[in-house]
């Protein structure tokens, strides 16, 4: 699967174009480039703005995969080459997301500019953040990727129960999420977006620094 990636990387960040480029001609002179919180289009642009927006997003794709993919060579951490297909799979992750997106916002603002579905974006980031809770409790302490605390990357127990907690928490509440944002109004969907990931991010803080309190209070084993 590693050896894949990297051609199916470029093959799904290309997408997107060869969408555009083939629906370029039915494009009106002005598209949708900006939608409120119901998906209702509140700015209208030119075609090429569209072109630009998919441009960015092209690069960020691939940067973030080929980024994620060679950090592990600047980590300080005795650990980064056990870290090297794990972040390879986040990274591919991330970009599968970002041309999903950037398809869909094409199609939005392609289609008459009548709306966009914020439940459907919310759902697949909710998705995208189950998916990489899924990798959580194998990653190794690094200064890129997890809960990076003080306190986890100085104690690999500490780290290891962390990650341990917030992998079940990222994956389940990931998909959790996902179901309330599908099902629920698009306003009431935002707030228990956010409400989640401020707990999901919370929690596992938490409980890590009250690991490092009780490590503290027991001292040393000798």
Same mark, same amino acid.
């Given at each position: 699967?590693?050896?894949?990636?990297?051609?199916?990387?470029?093959?799904?960040?290309?997408?997107?174009?060869?969408?555009?480029?083939?629906?370029?001609?039915?494009?009106?002179?002005?598209?949708?480039?900006?939608?409120?919180?119901?998906?209702?289009?509140?700015?209208?642009?030119?075609?090429?703005?569209?072109?630009?927006?998919?441009?960015?997003?092209?690069?960020?794709?691939?940067?973030?995969? &080929?980024?994620?993919?060679?950090?592990?060579?600047?980590?300080?951490?005795?650990?980064?080459?056990?870290?090297?297909?794990?972040?390879?799979?986040?990274?591919? @992750?991330?970009?599968?997301?970002?041309?999903?997106?950037?398809?869909?916002?094409? &199609?939005?603002?392609?289609?008459?500019?009548?709306?966009?579905?914020?439940?459907?974006?919310?759902?697949?980031?909710?998705?995208?953040?189950?998916?990489?809770?899924?990798?959580? #409790? !194998?990653?190794?302490? !690094? &200064?890129?990727?997890?809960?990076?605390? #003080?306190?986890?990357?100085? !104690?690999?127990?500490?780290?290891?129960?962390?990650?341990?907690?917030?992998?079940?928490?990222?994956?389940?509440?990931?998909?959790?999420?996902?179901?309330?944002?599908?099902?629920? #109004?698009?306003?009431?969907?935002?707030?228990?977006?956010?409400?989640?990931?401020? @707990?999901?991010?919370?929690?596992?803080?938490?409980?890590?620094?009250?690991?490092?309190?009780?490590?503290?209070?027991?001292?040393?084993?000798?």
């Amino acid at each position: 699967m590693n050896k894949l990636m990297q051609p199916l990387i470029w093959l799904i960040s290309l997408v997107p174009g060869i969408y555009l480029a083939v629906i370029w001609n039915k494009l009106p002179a002005e598209v949708a480039m900006h939608f409120d919180i119901n998906g209702k289009p509140d700015r209208y642009g030119s075609k090429n703005e569209l072109l630009l927006m998919a441009a960015i997003l092209f690069f960020l794709s691939i940067g973030l995969y &080929y980024l994620m993919a060679n950090i592990h060579r600047i980590d300080p951490k005795r650990y980064a080459d056990e870290n090297r297909s794990r972040f390879k799979k986040i990274g591919f @992750a991330v970009s599968l997301f970002l041309s999903a997106l950037t398809v869909f916002i094409i &199609y939005s603002s392609s289609n008459g500019g009548s709306r966009m579905d914020v439940n459907i974006i919310l759902t697949a980031v909710a998705l995208l953040m189950a998916v990489i809770g899924n990798y959580m #409790p !194998n990653l190794k302490p !690094n &200064y890129f990727a997890g809960m990076r605390l #003080p306190w986890t990357l100085e !104690n690999p127990d500490n780290w290891r129960a962390t990650h341990l907690l917030a992998g079940k928490i990222w994956f389940w509440g990931g998909l959790a999420l996902a179901v309330f944002c599908f099902i629920l #109004p698009p306003a009431i969907a935002t707030i228990i977006f956010i409400a989640g990931i401020f @707990a999901m991010v919370l929690i596992p803080a938490i409980f890590s620094w009250r690991f490092y309190q009780q490590q503290k209070r027991s001292g040393p084993v000798s």
